[in-house]
C-alpha cells in the first residue's frame, strides 16, 4: 500500500505533515518513508535522525572510440538533451553534465563506436529511524549540479520498495513534473498540501489535475489555515471531485518543531497541532 504527500508548490509543509504522518503511521504497522525529494530531501532533518548505508546512483556515460566514428551524427541527432555535440568537422563530443543516460546514442551508433561508461549522479540512503516508533526512512539525494532528477528518484523508490513493509509513505517534490509522477505510480491515495496563498491555489489545482489523470484518489491538507482566504481553494478542490480534510493552523509551534528537528507530535504531543495530525492519521488507516 503506497500513500504519497505532494503538493505542487513547495514550502507549502508537506515534509512536515509527511514526517508527522510517518511516525503516527508506523505506531501499528511496518512502514517504509521514501523521501523522494531528490534535489532538496529534508524528511531527516525534521525527523533529527541522520543519512546512512550510502550507495551511488550511476547512470550510463558514453565515451567515443573516434578510430571508429564515421561523423554521421546520429548520435547528436538522437540525443534530446543536448549532450552529444557535434563540431564543424563532425566529430561527437559529449558534455557529461548534460547526459541523462538514456543510451540512445549507444543504440543508434552504426559502427559500435560509442561504449558505455558511468556516472555518479546522486545518492541514496537506508536511515533506521527510532523517534517514538520505529521505522525505515530511504532518501534521494542529487549530486550538486545535476539536472536529472528521474534516475534518482527511481533508485531510491526502487531500494525504499526493496524493504519489508505493509505501508509506503512516499514524499515527493514539489512541482508536477514527471519526476513527481513517477514518485506517486501506484498510490492509493495522495495528500496535496497546500497553504492559503494565490500561489498555494495555482499549483493545488496543478497537482489535483495530475492526479485526476493519473486516477488516485486525493485528498487536501491545508496548512497554515488562517493565513489568508481558503474560499476559492475549496471551489477548486470540490470542481476536481476531493475535499479538505485537515486544516493545520499558521503556528508558532510548527515552526519551533522544524527548526528543532523535532515533529510536533512528538515535541507537543497535546498540541491543537499533534490533534490534527493524529486524526488525519485515523482517516489514512480507515482507507488502507
Same mark, same amino acid.
Given at each position: 500500500? @503506497?500513500?504519497?504527500?505532494?503538493?505542487?508548490?513547495?514550502?507549502?509543509?508537506?515534509?512536515?505533515?509527511?514526517?508527522?504522518?510517518?511516525?503516527?503511521?508506523?505506531?501499528?504497522?511496518?512502514?517504509?518513508?521514501?523521501?523522494?525529494?531528490?534535489?532538496?530531501?529534508?524528511?531527516?532533518?525534521?525527523?533529527?535522525?541522520?543519512?546512512?548505508?550510502?550507495? #551511488?546512483?550511476?547512470?550510463?556515460?558514453?565515451?567515443?572510440?573516434? *578510430? *571508429?566514428?564515421?561523423?554521421?551524427?546520429?548520435?547528436?541527432?538522437?540525443?534530446?538533451?543536448?549532450?552529444?555535440?557535434? /563540431?564543424?568537422?563532425?566529430? #561527437?563530443?559529449? @558534455? #557529461?553534465?548534460?547526459?541523462?543516460?538514456?543510451?540512445?546514442?549507444?543504440?543508434?551508433?552504426?559502427?559500435?563506436?560509442?561504449?558505455?561508461?558511468?556516472?555518479?549522479?546522486?545518492?541514496?540512503?537506508?536511515?533506521?529511524? $527510532?523517534?517514538?516508533?520505529?521505522? *525505515?526512512?530511504?532518501?534521494?539525494?542529487?549530486?550538486?549540479?545535476?539536472?536529472?532528477?528521474?534516475?534518482?528518484?527511481?533508485?531510491?523508490? +526502487?531500494?525504499?520498495?526493496?524493504?519489508?513493509?505493509?505501508?509506503?509513505?512516499?514524499?515527493?517534490?514539489?512541482?508536477? /513534473?514527471?519526476?513527481?509522477?513517477?514518485?506517486?505510480?501506484?498510490?492509493?491515495?495522495?495528500?496535496?498540501?497546500?497553504?492559503? &496563498?494565490?500561489?498555494?491555489?495555482?499549483?493545488?489545482?496543478?497537482?489535483?489535475?495530475?492526479?485526476?489523470?493519473?486516477?488516485?484518489? &486525493?485528498?487536501?491538507?491545508?496548512?497554515?489555515?488562517?493565513?489568508?482566504?481558503?474560499?476559492?481553494?475549496?471551489?477548486?478542490?470540490?470542481?476536481?471531485?476531493?475535499? @479538505?480534510?485537515?486544516?493545520?493552523?499558521?503556528?508558532?509551534?510548527?515552526? +519551533?518543531?522544524?527548526?528543532?528537528?523535532?515533529? @510536533?507530535?512528538?515535541?507537543?504531543?497535546?498540541? +491543537? $497541532?499533534?490533534?490534527?495530525?493524529? $486524526?488525519?492519521? /485515523?482517516?489514512?488507516?480507515?482507507?488502507?
Amino acid at each position: 500500500m @503506497i500513500v504519497s504527500v505532494s503538493g505542487g508548490k513547495g514550502g507549502t509543509g508537506k515534509s512536515t505533515v509527511a514526517v508527522n504522518l510517518a511516525i503516527l503511521l508506523a505506531e501499528g504497522r511496518k512502514l517504509v518513508m521514501a523521501d523522494l525529494d531528490v534535489e532538496d530531501p529534508n524528511d531527516h532533518i525534521l525527523l533529527g535522525v541522520s543519512l546512512e548505508e550510502e550507495r #551511488p546512483v550511476n547512470i550510463m556515460l558514453p565515451f567515443i572510440r573516434y *578510430d *571508429d566514428c564515421i561523423k554521421c551524427g546520429e548520435c547528436g541527432r538522437v540525443c534530446d538533451t543536448g549532450a552529444m555535440l557535434i /563540431s564543424p568537422d563532425g566529430l #561527437p563530443y559529449v @558534455i #557529461p553534465r548534460l547526459c541523462s543516460g538514456c543510451r540512445a546514442c549507444f543504440f543508434v551508433c552504426p559502427t559500435k563506436a560509442i561504449v558505455e561508461g558511468e556516472r555518479t549522479i546522486g545518492y541514496t540512503y537506508h536511515t533506521v529511524v $527510532e523517534r517514538g516508533s520505529r521505522f *525505515d526512512l530511504v532518501t534521494g539525494m542529487l549530486r550538486e549540479g545535476e539536472e536529472h532528477t528521474p534516475p534518482a528518484v527511481l533508485a531510491a523508490r +526502487e531500494r525504499a520498495f526493496s524493504l519489508p513493509g505493509d505501508l509506503y509513505l512516499v514524499d515527493t517534490s514539489a512541482g508536477t /513534473s514527471n519526476s513527481v509522477a513517477t514518485a506517486m505510480d501506484g498510490s492509493r491515495l495522495v495528500i496535496a498540501v497546500t497553504e492559503p &496563498t494565490p500561489l498555494g491555489l495555482h499549483d493545488l489545482e496543478l497537482i489535483l489535475r495530475l492526479t485526476q489523470k493519473m486516477g488516485i484518489e &486525493t485528498w487536501v491538507v491545508m496548512n497554515r489555515s488562517g493565513l489568508g482566504s481558503e474560499e476559492r481553494h475549496e471551489e477548486v478542490v470540490r470542481r476536481y471531485g476531493s475535499e @479538505i480534510v485537515a486544516r493545520i493552523p499558521y503556528s508558532r509551534r510548527i515552526v +519551533e518543531s522544524y527548526v528543532k528537528g523535532e515533529p @510536533i507530535v512528538l515535541l507537543h504531543p497535546d498540541s +491543537e $497541532e499533534a490533534q490534527v495530525f493524529r $486524526e488525519l492519521a /485515523s482517516m489514512v488507516e480507515g482507507v488502507i
